[in-house]
């Protein structure tokens, strides 16, 4: 049972993954090149004329940075969705108390 869970749990997190890579790359397809591009090209002068060792240091240290801001992503897109789902029992025991 414990594998089933895992698996699942590993489906819904790519299905997350997917769908927040597809609104972003939606977003980003109708706006005009910002100074990202700049940013990482500085970035990766700056990195290059560091020594082998500092080098490796500085992107380690900012894919660590990168991968905290994508766990916070998904825990908060998971929240939003686990809040819309309970919004959305809320609303459905309100119409039948209606109806």
């Known amino acids: 049972m414990r594998m089933k869970e895992e698996a699942l749990k590993e489906f819904v997190d790519n299905i997350i993954q997917e769908r927040m890579q597809s ?8 706006k005009e090149p910002d ?37 916070s992503e998904i825990f908060f ?11 959305n029992k809320i609303v459905k025991k309100i119409i039948r108390s209606v109806s």
Do not use: H, N
Not at 24 to 29: R, V
């Open 23 to 30: 609104a972003f790359s939606k977003m980003k397809a109708g």
């Open 35 to 71: 100074t990202e591009d700049d940013v990482e090209k500085k970035y990766e002068e700056a990195v290059a004329s560091l020594p082998e060792d500092k080098q490796q240091a500085v992107r380690e240290y900012c894919d660590a940075i990168f991968d905290s801001g994508a766990e």
């Open 77 to 87: 897109y998971r929240l939003g969705l686990q809040d819309g789902i309970r919004l």
